[in-house]
T-cell receptor, first 116, second 111 residues
Framework: NAGVMQNPRHLVRRRGQEARLRCSPM?????VYWYRQLPEEGLKFMVY????????ESGMPKERFSAEFPKEGPSILRIQQVVRGDSAAYFC??????????????FGPGTRLTVT | QQQVKQSPQSLIVQKGGISIINCAYE??????FPWYQQFPGKGPALLIA?????SEKKEGRFTISFNKSAKQFSLHIMDSQPGDSATYFC??????????FGAGTQVVVTP
């Protein structure tokens, strides 16, 4: 039973380039959350998505960041025109459908983005 | 503002000892309180979680104590082992929503 999968695990981008981070939730999970962890800091919520819907994007920076979770395929976190301050570990978590009564969020291994 | 406050920032405990980490929250609408364990370079792993209708939950060497009136909850790691050396995060959420994390506690278990 595969866990949450994220790729790439490491990503290096130059300032001004685009970064695309992918997340495949656990089998049977229909809810995806993205979190960011800056060096030596805690985890900060970015966005919460269901298939084809953004449920809560209150943690997303207003510019350059976007997220989607299409009907088919992985969830994508997209960062346009990256800056050095975007360097961080980006984690995806997934949880089951609400009618299963489960609150757990299971995290993937993360994508470590380095902006040079 | 930080909705979940965690202490201590770091903790050193001898093998076999008890590690205790505390968290306090402000939002009384929170209805789910998990603890995560994170090793360097890895993703957070769900350790144990509690709902506010329960005052204590135990799984193996890990116990959550929950005090609804004080808006506090804590993690106790019994018989701490060197393999428990990691960073521990408490969190809280409402209605299956986003997790709001504490700042983390780095635990070092000495042999």
């Amino acid at each position: 039973n595969a866990g949450v999968m994220q790729n790439p695990r490491h990503l290096v981008r130059r300032r001004g380039q685009e970064a695309r981070l992918r997340c495949s939730p656990m089998k049977g999970h229909s809810h995806v959350y993205w979190y960011r962890q800056l060096p030596e800091e805690g985890l900060k919520f970015m966005v919460y998505l269901q298939k084809e819907n953004i449920i809560d994007e209150s943690g997303m920076p207003k510019e350059r960041f976007s997220a989607e979770f299409p009907k088919e395929g992985p969830s994508i976190l997209r960062i346009q025109q990256v800056v050095r301050g975007d360097s961080a570990a980006y984690f995806c978590a997934s949880s089951p459908a609400r009618d299963r009564g489960s609150y757990e969020q299971y995290f993937g291994p993360g994508t470590r983005l380095t902006v040079t | 503002q930080q909705q979940v406050k965690q202490s201590p920032q770091s903790l050193i405990v001898q093998k076999g000892g008890i590690s205790i980490i505390n968290c306090a929250y402000e939002n009384t609408a929170f209805d789910y309180f998990p603890w995560y364990q994170q090793f360097p370079g890895k993703g957070p792993a769900l350790l144990i979680a509690i709902r506010p209708d329960v005052s204590e939950k135990k799984e193996g060497r890990f116990t959550i104590s929950f005090n609804k009136s004080a808006k506090q909850f804590s993690l106790h790691i019994m018989d701490s082992q060197p393999g428990d050396s990691a960073t521990y995060f408490c969190a809280a959420s409402r209605n299956w929503g986003k997790l709001q994390f504490g700042a983390g506690t780095q635990v070092v278990v000495t042999p």
